[in-house]
C-alpha cells in the first residue's frame, strides 16, 4: 500500500488525478458496510416471504443470493499492478480481455506474457455502431470497472493496414483512430497494430512443444524471425531483435499483395494459365494479380474454379454443386482431395505457391531465428503440407540461393490462439516502456533544478505551493520529510530516477490512470489531424466464408440473449423471490439426452412479476424477463421424452423487441408438483402485468 504521504505528493503533482486518499478510502469502506447492512437486513426480511418453497429451496436461495456480489475488478492489483487491455478486431467479431498485470513481472522467453485475465468477451461486430462502443460495453458494463478506473494500456490488434495509428477495419469500414480512443476512454496509451502483427508477437510464446519442426536447423539467438500464415487471407511480418535488450518489435508486411509469380518446369504452361485466368476474373484482364490470391483459403477456391474450367470432363459433379453452393469454403475442396481428382490437383498447385512464397520471403527478411508457418489454412492442412512434399520442394527451389535456406530454421504453429496472445505480449511490452515513461515525465517535471535528482528543497517546494490543502506549514514539511525518507533508499539525501520508479510502483492503478503523465504532449503523432476515411487503406474483405459466417450468427445469437439479461440486485424488495425453486436449462440447440446439455440454475417470479435467475458463472443476478414484458411472453409444456435426461419440461419464450428476436429456451422442473406451480405462476403473472398494461392505456 502506498504511504499517505507518496499519495498526497500524487495527487499534488498531477491535480487531474482523484485519487483515493486515506480520508476517502475510510469514508468509502463506511459507505459500503453501511449498505451491506441495509441489503443483509433486507435479505433476512425477503427470505421470510417465500411461498411455494421447501425448506431446502429457502436455505438454497441464501447460498446463490450471497454469491451475487459482483467482484471488485480491481481487487489484488496490487503495487504496481495496471488494468491491460488486449483485442481481437476481425472482420465480423471483436475478442476483448482485461487482465491484471504486474509491469515489473518479467516476460519469460517461449512463454506467455505476464498476468491474470479479468475477462474475455466476444462481439458480433455488426450489433455495434463503432469499436468504441464495444470497448465501453466491454470495460464498464460487462467487467463492471468503476468509472474513475481504466486501463493504462490498451493494444488493439485489427484487420486492417495502420497508418499513424489509424485504419479502417471490418466489413462495417469503421474507421479507428487510436489516438482518439485515449481521449475518450481515458486510457494511458492505445496502439493499434495490424492483426497478423500480433501473430508475429505470439510467435514469441511458443514452448518447444507448439511447433513442428520441417528441418533441423537451430534458431539463432536474436536472430530475425518471420511469420507467414494461410487463412482467408495471406498474413506476413517480421520482428527484429534489439543489439542492446534482445526484445524484438514486429514489423508488418504486405508483400503478399506483391505480385504472383506462376512456377513450372520447361514448357509447363498450367500456372500460367492459371494467372491468366485470374486476371480475367479478378483485374478484368489487367496487369497483376497478387499472391494472395492463390496462397490463401479464398486461392485454393480460385485455383479449383481454374482447373474446372480448363478441365470440364474431370469435373465430380457432386462436389462441383456443393462448391457452387458454398464457393468461398476451401475446408470442402480438402475433404474431397482424393487421389487423381481436380481437388488434389488444386492443393498440389496451392502448396507449391506456399512453399515457394515463404522461400521467397526468407529470401527478403533473412529469419536466422526462424519462420513460423501458421494460419487457419495452414493447421487445417497441416498433414497435407508435412507428407505430401509439393511445399518443402518449392520452398528449397531458389537456385544458387538455396544454401540460404538450409540455414533458416522452418516450423509450422500448433496453436491457434496467437493473435490473442501476440496482442497481450505486446500490450504487457507497451506497459512496461509506458510507465517508466511516464514516471520520467513526471521526475522531469519535479527536477527544477536540472541535475537528475530530487532534493528535499524540490519536494518541500511542491507542498509550499499546495498550501492549506494539506494542512499547516509544519505539517506539509513533515509529509516532505516522510516522503523523501519513503524514497531515498541509500540515505543520501538524494533521490534518484531508479529510487523515484520505487515508489512510483506503489502508486494503485486507479490513482493514475487518468493521469496527465500518462500522455506525452509533445508526441507529434498526436498533434497531427487524423486522416481522411479516403486517405486510409479500405479494408480486406473477411469473414465471407461459410464458417465465418456461421461462427458470426451464433456469435450474433449468443449476444443478442445476454442483451437481454439485465443485471439486477436481489436484495430490493421488487426483485425479491415471490416464487423460487431450481430449474434445469436446456442449453441452446442441445442435445437433451446429454447431462451436459442442461444448466442447472434457481430461477424466480419476483414480486414486481419478472422472472430472475441466478448465473453462477457470472456470479450476478439476471433478469430473464421483464415484468412489462411477462404479459405479451409465450409458455407451454412439452411432452416427457425417454431420451432426455430430465422430465417435467416446458418452454418460454419472452416477446421479440424492436432490435433483439424472440429466443425459446427449454426448462425441466424437479418434479410434476414444482412443474404445475410454474404453470399457475406464470398464468397469474402474465394476467396481472396485461392488466397493469391496460390500466396505464386507460389512465392516458
Not at 515525465?441 to 524540490?458: K, M, P, T, W, Y
Not at 530516477?497 to 509533445?522: C, I, W
Not at 443476478?621 to 417435467?648: G, R, T, W
Amino acid at each position: 500500500m502506498a504511504s499517505s504521504a507518496w499519495r498526497c505528493f500524487w495527487r499534488l503533482a498531477d491535480p487531474s488525478c482523484r485519487g483515493l486518499g486515506l480520508v476517502a478510502s475510510t469514508l468509502a469502506a463506511q459507505r459500503v458496510g453501511e449498505e451491506w447492512n441495509v441489503r443483509r437486513s433486507s435479505r433476512c426480511q425477503t427470505m421470510a416471504v417465500q411461498r411455494h418453497i421447501s425448506r431446502a429451496e429457502h436455505e438454497d436461495r441464501r447460498d446463490h443470493l450471497v454469491g451475487t456480489r459482483r467482484e471488485n475488478p480491481l481487487e489484488g492489483v496490487g503495487p504496481g499492478g495496471k488494468l491491460v487491455l488486449s483485442a481481437d478486431c476481425g472482420g465480423t467479431t471483436t475478442r476483448l480481455m482485461l487482465y491484471k498485470v504486474n509491469w515489473t513481472d518479467p516476460v519469460e522467453k517461449k512463454q506467455k506474457a505476464p498476468g491474470m485475465l479479468i475477462r474475455e468477451e466476444k462481439y458480433p461486430n455488426i450489433a455495434f455502431k463503432s469499436l468504441q462502443d464495444i470497448i465501453k460495453t466491454f470495460l464498464f458494463q460487462d467487467c463492471a470497472l468503476p468509472e474513475d478506473a481504466h486501463p493504462t494500456v490498451a493494444v488493439l490488434a485489427v484487420a486492417g493496414v495502420i497508418l499513424n495509428n489509424q485504419c479502417r477495419f471490418t466489413n462495417l469500414d469503421w474507421k479507428v483512430n487510436g489516438y482518439e480512443l485515449e481521449h475518450d476512454l481515458k486510457i494511458g496509451k492505445v496502439e493499434l497494430i495490424n492483426d497478423f502483427v500480433a501473430q508475429g508477437y505470439g510467435m514469441l510464446t511458443l514452448g518447444d512443444d507448439e511447433v513442428t519442426r520441417l528441418n533441423d536447423v537451430e534458431p539463432e539467438e536474436h536472430g530475425t524471425i518471420a511469420c507467414v500464415g494461410a487463412g482467408t487471407g495471406l498474413g506476413q511480418c517480421f520482428l527484429v531483435a534489439d543489439k542492446k535488450t534482445g526484445e524484438y518489435r514486429c514489423f508488418p508486411s504486405e508483400g503478399q499483395h506483391g505480385e504472383f509469380g506462376p512456377r513450372g518446369a520447361g514448357s509447363d504452361e498450367l500456372k500460367l494459365e492459371l494467372l491468366k485466368y485470374l486476371k480475367i476474373k479478378f483485374s478484368n484482364a489487367g496487369n497483376r494479380i497478387s499472391t494472395e490470391r492463390v496462397v490463401s483459403g479464398t486461392g485454393i477456391c480460385n485455383i479449383y474454379e481454374f482447373l474446372a474450367y480448363k478441365h470440364p470432363h474431370e469435373v465430380d459433379e457432386e462436389v462441383h454443386a456443393l462448391h457452387n453452393e458454398r464457393p468461398k469454403d476451401a475446408g470442402l475442396i480438402a475433404m474431397n482431395a482424393t487421389p487423381g481428382s481436380l481437388c488434389e490437383r488444386t492443393l498440389k498447385i496451392f502448396s507449391d505457391a506456399y512453399g515457394a512464397q515463404c522461400a521467397t520471403f526468407a529470401l527478403y527478411v533473412q529469419p536466422f531465428g526462424g519462420i513460423y508457418i501458421t494460419g487457419g489454412v495452414t493447421k487445417k492442412m497441416r498433414e497435407w503440407l508435412l507428407t505430401e512434399g509439393s511445399f518443402m520442394k518449392a520452398y528449397y527451389d531458389k537456385g544458387r540461393l538455396t544454401p540460404v535456406l538450409h540455414r533458416v530454421p522452418l516450423m509450422i504453429v500448433n496453436s491457434d490462439d496467437m493473435g490473442q496472445r501476440g496482442a497481450h505480449l505486446r500490450a504487457v511490452m507497451l506497459l512496461k516502456s509506458e510507465v517508466e515513461l511516464q514516471a520520467r515525465r513526471l521526475f522531469d517535471a519535479l527536477d527544477v533544478n536540472n541535475d537528475g535528482v530530487l532534493f528535499l528543497s524540490e519536494l518541500e517546494g511542491l507542498f509550499e505551493m499546495a498550501g492549506q490543502r494539506v494542512g499547516r506549514r509544519r505539517h506539509r514539511l513533515e509529509m516532505a520529510q516522510r516522503l523523501m525518507e519513503e524514497l531515498d533508499s541509500d540515505k543520501n539525501g538524494a533521490v534518484s530516477f531508479a529510487e523515484f520508479m520505487k515508489g512510483y510502483n506503489q502508486l494503485p492503478t486507479r490513482m493514475v490512470s487518468e493521469s496527465a503523465f500518462l500522455h506525452d504532449p509533445n508526441d507529434p503523432h498526436k498533434q497531427a489531424a487524423p486522416m481522411e476515411m479516403q486517405e486510409l487503406v479500405s479494408p480486406p474483405d473477411r469473414g465471407n466464408d461459410p464458417d465465418s459466417q456461421a461462427a458470426l450468427a451464433e456469435e450474433l445469437r449468443k449476444f443478442q440473449s445476454k442483451e437481454r439479461r439485465k443485471a439486477i440486485d436481489p436484495f430490493q424488495d421488487s426483485h425479491a423471490p415471490l416464487f423460487q425453486t431450481r430449474l434445469y436449462k436446456r442449453l441452446y440447440d442441445k442435445d437433451p439426452g446429454k447431462e451436459e446439455s442442461w444448466l442447472h440454475r434457481v430461477y424466480w417470479v419476483s414480486n414486481s412479476g419478472g422472472i430472475n435467475y441466478h448465473s453462477v458463472t457470472e456470479g450476478k443476478a439476471l433478469q430473464y424477463i421483464s415484468p412489462d414484458s411477462v404479459a405479451d411472453m409465450n409458455f407451454y409444456k412439452v411432452k416427457d421424452d425417454e431420451k432426455s435426461c430430465y422430465q417435467h419440461r416446458f418452454v418460454m419464450e419472452p416477446p421479440p423487441d424492436e432490435e433483439i428476436p424472440s429466443q425459446s429456451t427449454e426448462f425441466a422442473a424437479p418434479s410434476a408438483d414444482i412443474l404445475e406451480l410454474w404453470m399457475i405462476e406464470l398464468r397469474a403473472q402474465k394476467k396481472k402485468a396485461q392488466e397493469r398494461r391496460k390500466a396505464r392505456t386507460d389512465a392516458q
